[in-house]
């Protein structure tokens, strides 16, 4: 009798243990490339089209309710010149910038999501300056500028071989705090951006890491999106 009931009891605590188990979230990592472009306003030349592509990594959570809930952060953000200027993070600041954390939605049979990102006046890449700076190449004014962002971003993908592809829309402001030399001290000024552009996510193992992405062939590629001209 004494063995029966321990042998329920056991049972018992294992059942609840087991359906924990069956419930509990399931962790994946992702690799993921964004290409969006828009149209910044330069005086004398007009409209001048920009293109930044970024490389991030995401830890995704397949919740129990179906819901993908992303915590991602950048390993590599490229912005093209534009006009004769080039703009770029410090190396290897990025995976230092705050993660975006969203949520996407399932809606028949495809995935949504809209969320906020970015960064305050904190030191936000850890080189002791408020905010994140970028390094402006310009022609007649170059230095660095010390920056805020706040990004609204909107996704709408499909599922595609375990990850993701899509398009995305985005509204960026960009808030100067200060800026290196007089002349950009001068020039510089808030901006705001609207953006648009695809994106795709993959698995990939584990244990990897933006180095170790970064040393090869990025994993996925999103499609070129369609020129805002166009």
């Known amino acids: 009798m004494k063995l029966r009931r321990t042998v329920a009891l056991a049972l018992s605590l294992a059942a609840p243990l087991a359906a924990a188990a069956e419930e509990a979230p399931k962790r994946e990592l992702w690799a993921g490339h964004q290409v969006v472009v828009g149209a910044r306003d330069v005086p004398v030349l007009g409209d001048v089209e920009t293109r ?102 909107k996704l709408r993908g499909r599922e595609e071989r375990g990850g993701l592809v899509g398009e995305t829309r985005a509204i960026s402001d960009q808030k100067t705090l200060d800026a290196e030399g007089a002349c950009l001290k001068m020039m510089a000024s808030d901006t705001r951006d609207a953006v648009e552009g695809t994106f795709a996510y993959t698995p990939v193992a584990a244990d990897a890491t933006c180095e170790s992405l970064l040393a090869g062939t990025w994993p996925v590629k999103a499609a070129e999106p369609r020129r805002q001209r166009e």
Do not use: H, N
Request: charged residues 25%.
């Open 52 to 153: 930044t592509d970024s490389f991030v990594l995401a830890e995704v959570e397949r919740a129990a309710d179906g819901t993908l809930q992303i915590v991602q952060r950048a390993c590599r953000v490229a912005i093209a010149p534009a006009a004769g200027v080039k703009v770029s993070f410090l190396p290897g600041a990025e995976p230092k910038l705050p993660p975006a954390s969203f949520a996407l939605q399932k809606k028949g049979d495809r995935w949504y999501a809209d969320f906020l990102s970015g960064w305050k006046a904190e030191d936000a890449d850890g080189d002791g300056k408020p905010g994140a700076t970028m390094e402006v190449d310009a022609p007649l004014c170059s230095g660095k500028l010390f920056v805020t962002s706040d990004s609204r971003t």
